[in-house]
């Protein structure tokens, strides 16, 4: 309550100090699909604006912060358009229907048509709080326009299906490129996430001045996974050891009001393609991109007598000794196996190329 626990009166900074609590500034949610991901994402953007409107101008609690320093909210997807249709636009449908908020804009209205100033503006792409120097809208997923600003909160929608190709990144020069900067998932992370660090390092300093309850900078990341290589699993796996991310992993049917496991929309996912709708509404991607053999058929070709014995040898002394395996062929001509797997190592990241005839 305002920062302190009404039943042992410790402090939110004292708890987070002794290990106690964690300080949980980013929010990383995979999530199955049609599980209301972004509606939620919206919902959680509305109520930390209204925790922000609630405090004094930052300016005045904040020593890093000026009165003239704008505090921003973006909202990011793959495009601006998608932005703008999956988290603006239910963002701004809450601001101007829910009571509190209509409360609030009628109060400022009334004083700033009395005083002759104009406290707020909410227009269809970006709403304004002049007297808090809050600004909210959506944006596209380039990093170069993410730069630079300093934010109160963050949130990017399907971050998991943001394109990542590591080895055309290798080679470029930074800044270099806009088709490669363009919606890629760790430049839009990482430009993101440090716009927030202003705000942050600010809270941190009230913590230790006994100001516990300013909202910190949040980073809302949403998603259904693609593989457990993109973003957003990547995050999922971080946040397992952090005390400042907080992550969850959930199927469609464990957040969605609408779908249970056995609904039939789901249900007939898995009959076709049980892998696909366990990435989709389970939230559980595929190890691999594809799966290669059939595990049952693979171990049945695989029954009869070894056909080859393993022959170790030892070559040399001393020093110089070295230990060979060699396979030895047990065939007689005209009877080979009708069933042959080869294995490659491959020459980095422990890969390995079979090949099955």
């Excluded at 505090?71 to 601006?80: N, R």
């Excluded at 601001?95 to 700033?112: A, E, P, R, V």
């Excluded at 430009?191 to 913590?207: C, H, P």
Aim: aromatic share 10%; charged share 25%; net charge positive.
């Amino acid at each position: 309550n305002n920062g302190v626990c009404p039943k042992c009166g410790s402090t939110k900074s004292e708890q987070i100090k002794d290990g106690v609590l964690n300080d949980y500034n980013d929010l990383t949610l995979v999530l199955g699909q049609r599980s209301g991901k972004s509606t939620m994402t919206s919902m959680l953007g509305a109520y930390h604006l209204h925790r922000f409107l609630k405090l004094p101008p930052l300016s005045r609690l904040c020593r890093g912060i000026q009165d003239f320093t704008p505090i921003q909210a973006t909202f990011v997807a793959l495009s601006f358009s998608r932005a703008t249709k999956l988290l603006w636009n239910p963002f701004s449908h809450i601001i101007k229907n829910s009571d509190w908020f209509k409360d609030y804009h009628d109060c400022l209205t009334y004083h700033g048509k009395k005083m002759g100033k104009e406290f707020f503006r909410l227009s269809s792409l970006y709403a304004r709080y002049y007297h808090r120097n809050l600004e909210i809208y959506p944006s596209g997923p380039t990093k170069r326009t993410l730069r630079g600003d300093t934010r109160f909160m963050t949130a990017t929608d399907e971050l998991g299906w943001f394109p990542f190709d590591p080895s055309k990144e290798a080679d470029a020069l930074d800044d270099e490129m806009d088709e490669r900067e363009r919606a890629n998932a760790d430049e839009v992370y990482a430009s993101l996430d440090r716009s927030l660090g202003t705000l942050r390092a600010e809270v941190w300093g009230l913590y230790q001045r006994g100001i516990n309850h300013v909202p910190t900078g949040i980073n809302i990341n949403t998603s259904s996974p693609s593989s457990w290589k993109d973003k957003i699993c990547r995050l999922l796996k971080e946040s397992e050891s952090s005390k400042l991310m907080l992550g969850l992993r959930l199927p469609t049917w464990e957040i969605s009001p609408t779908f249970t496991r056995d609904h039939p929309i789901i249900a007939d996912a898995y009959i076709k393609n049980p892998t696909k709708a366990d990435r989709d509404y389970g939230a559980n991607p595929p190890t691999l991109n594809s799966s290669l053999y059939n595990k049952t058929l693979v171990q049945r070709l695989f029954t009869g007598k070894q056909h080859h014995a393993l022959v170790v040898e030892t070559v040399g002394t001393g020093d110089d000794k070295k230990i060979h395996g060699k396979l030895i062929d047990k065939f007689q001509p005209g009877h080979w196996p009708v069933t042959t797997l080869a294995l490659d190592a491959g020459y980095s990241n422990n890969s390995f190329a079979l090949a099955l005839g």
